[in-house]
């Protein structure tokens, strides 16, 4: 009997031991690790987020730079259009003037008169 009950006191005492053991090494190991992973996980979220937010505020001023561009860009072009408006009214004006002297040199000219007189011969 002292063989059994030596083997029985060696096995309870080995299972214990190791079940003691592996509950205390695994609360000491994983909630080191827990604690410790979550800041660095909430810091990598955060640094992902960042980084997105970076991302998006370099595109969204990209944007913004573009805009302005096309307004300036669209500015020079209407500035363009009236003055090329201003300048084809001038010159509307100047080619009715130029028209009206020439009618009036046409009717004047005698080269032109003869024109006149013979198709009145006829």
């Not at 083997?7 to 309870?12: C, G, I, L, Q, V």
């Not at 595109?59 to 096309?70: A, D, G, P, S």
């Not at 046409?106 to 013979?118: E, I, P, W």
């Amino acid at each position: 009997m002292d063989g059994p009950s030596r083997e029985d006191e060696e096995d309870s005492t080995l299972t214990s031991i190791p079940l003691t053991d592996d509950t205390d090494h695994s609360s000491k190991i994983f909630s080191p690790r827990s604690q410790s992973l979550l800041p660095k996980m909430m810091n990598a979220d955060m640094d992902a987020v960042d980084a997105e937010n970076q991302v998006e505020l370099e595109e969204k001023t990209r944007l913004i730079n573009q805009v302005l561009e096309l307004q300036h860009t669209l500015e020079d072009l209407s500035a363009r259009v009236d003055a090329v408006k201003e300048e084809n009214l001038k010159l509307k004006s100047e080619n009715q003037v130029l028209g009206q002297y020439i009618e009036n040199l046409m009717s004047a000219s005698s080269v032109f008169q003869t024109t006149d007189t013979k198709s009145k011969r006829k």
